[in-house]
């Protein structure tokens, strides 16, 4: 199973983009590689997902290179409003399902 | 708004009893996914459920256990409580069967103290 790492914490201003990367350097041919935002006393919220190369959503990029070792979402003009923890997320699909979360990365965004 | 919710809010209990938690799916969706969240931690995935049977287990002793419904609720079932099953529950619906279709949709969670 893929074992997934973030960076703990990161902080920028408003109105900057913001990337943050996932390292997954066991994942699987099948694996599927989602990213989730979650706030305090909430369910994780669906924020993009792909599989390989870039995926563009209107609020996010996804972009995962061509070994799919890591992935990096990118959050373009963030606002106040985005300070939220990010997870990581690897489906495995290969026999029986599996979902392995990142650490989470606490993003703080100051005015 | 998901769409999922969650019950209770919150619980209570002491160390070895047994706790049911319930989970009603987003309308349509035929997979439910549930996950414990430890305080400042990531989401542990238990199990999920496809068309009411178990087809993926996370790392989790057989004390954890859950039933899915053909009208989209589920429960998950712990026995003999321990102190570290104190976390946040969460259950996830999604529309499993579509090529790329693996979005899934959480619940606000059930907290769950052992005592």
């Known amino acids: 199973l893929a074992k997934t790492t973030q960076p703990i914490s990161m902080d920028s201003y408003e109105g900057q983009e913001v990337n943050i990367t996932c390292s997954h350097n066991n994942i699987a041919t099948n694996d599927y590689i989602t990213w989730y935002q979650q706030f305090p006393s909430q369910g994780p919220r669906f924020i993009i997902q792909g599989y390989k190369t870039k995926v563009t959503n209107e609020v996010a990029s996804l972009f995962i290179p061509a070994d799919r070792k890591s992935s990096t979402l990118s959050l373009p003009r963030v606002s106040l409003s985005d300070t939220a923890v990010y997870y990581c997320l690897v489906g495995s699909t290969s026999g029986t399902y599996k979902y392995i979360f990142g650490t989470g990365t606490r993003l703080k965004v100051l005015a | 708004e998901t769409g999922v919710t969650q019950s209770p809010t919150h619980l209570i209990k002491t160390r070895g009893q047994q706790v049911t938690l319930r989970c009603s799916s987003q309308?349509?969706?035929?997979?439910v996914s549930w996950y414990q969240q430890a305080l400042g931690q990531g989401p542990q995935f238990i199990f999920q459920?496809?068309?009411?049977?178990?087809?993926g287990r996370g790392n989790f002793p057989p004390r954890f256990s859950g039933l899915q419904f053909p009208n989209y609720s589920s429960e998950l079932n712990v026995n003999a409580l321990e102190l570290d099953d104190s976390a946040l529950y969460l259950c996830?619906?999604?529309?499993?069967?579509?090529?790329?279709?693996?979005?899934?949709?959480f619940g606000p969670g059930t907290r769950l103290t052992v005592t």
């Open positions: 996830a619906s999604s529309l499993a069967g579509l090529a790329s279709d693996y979005e899934q949709y």
């Open positions: 459920y496809y068309r009411e049977e178990e087809n």
């Open positions: 309308s349509g969706h035929n997979t």
